[in-house]
């Protein structure tokens, strides 16, 4: 079973799964290998719809390798991804308040996130989406105020006691 780490833009699913395991998949690394151009682009080319198709299919291949998953924040945007993710047992929520994460998306100058252009917009995104992540996850971790060390240790200790 695949760990699958989810949560809005900025929760740090990237960060920890990294420091999880060497054998962990960046799903939004996979999908710009796979449309050979960064997601801002494709979302400029193409738009979101095609964007959650490639998710999709990105994420159905990924199930597969029994990795550390660290998911895209809108993962939970599609039925079928929530069926999957309905059937694993070990989906890791991070959660963290609205304020905390767009501070981190402001400073993070590595990563272009289209769907964080503007700070109402993605608070509507993160208060359509927080129940989802809650309902899905079989793991919720507060991530506020908590270092990634920290965050693989309660992820850790959790899996040892399943
Ligand atoms: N626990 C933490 N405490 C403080 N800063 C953090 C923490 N986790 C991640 N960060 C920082 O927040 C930013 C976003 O982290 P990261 O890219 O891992 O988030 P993500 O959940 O993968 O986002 P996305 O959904 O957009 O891919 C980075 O600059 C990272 O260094
Ligand atoms: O929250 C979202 O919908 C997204 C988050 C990123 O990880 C990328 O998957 C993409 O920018 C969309
Ligand atoms: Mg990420």
Same mark, same amino acid.
């Given at each position: 079973?695949?760990?699958?780490?989810?949560?809005?833009? *900025?929760?740090?699913?990237?960060? &920890?799964?990294? /420091?999880?395991?060497?054998?962990?998949? #960046?799903?939004?690394?996979?999908?710009?290998?796979?449309?050979?151009?960064?997601?801002?682009?494709?979302?400029?080319?193409? *738009?979101? =719809? =095609?964007?959650?198709?490639?998710?999709?299919?990105?994420?159905?291949?990924?199930?597969?390798?029994?990795? &550390?998953?660290?998911?895209? *924040? *809108?993962?939970?945007?599609?039925?079928?991804?929530? #069926?999957?993710?309905? !059937?694993?047992?070990?989906? &890791?929520? /991070?959660?963290? #308040?609205?304020?905390?994460?767009?501070? %981190?998306?402001?400073?993070?100058?590595? +990563?272009? %996130? @289209? /769907?964080?252009?503007?700070?109402? !917009?993605?608070?509507?995104?993160?208060?359509? %989406?927080? @129940?989802?992540?809650?309902?899905?996850a079989d793991l919720v971790i507060v991530v506020d105020n908590k270092q990634p060390d920290k965050i &693989?240790?309660?992820?850790? =200790?959790?899996?040892? +006691?399943?």
């Amino acid at each position: 079973m695949s760990i699958i780490l989810i949560g809005f833009m *900025g929760a740090g699913k990237s960060t &920890v799964a990294k /420091l999880l395991s060497d054998d962990f998949i #960046d799903l939004d690394k996979m999908i710009e290998q796979q449309i050979e151009m960064p997601i801002s682009t494709f979302f400029d080319l193409f *738009g979101e =719809d =095609d964007f959650r198709q490639v998710e999709q299919e990105v994420f159905e291949a990924a199930i597969h390798m029994n990795f &550390v998953i660290a998911t895209g *924040g *809108g993962i939970v945007e599609n039925a079928g991804n929530l #069926d999957v993710l309905g !059937f694993q047992t070990q989906v &890791v929520y /991070l959660k963290s #308040d609205f304020d905390v994460l767009w501070q %981190r998306i402001l400073k993070d100058d590595k +990563n272009q %996130r @289209p /769907l964080a252009k503007n700070k109402e !917009f993605a608070r509507k995104l993160f208060e359509k %989406r927080a @129940p989802v992540y809650e309902e899905v996850a079989d793991l919720v971790i507060v991530v506020d105020n908590k270092q990634p060390d920290k965050i &693989v240790q309660e992820i850790r =200790d959790w899996q040892g +006691n399943l």
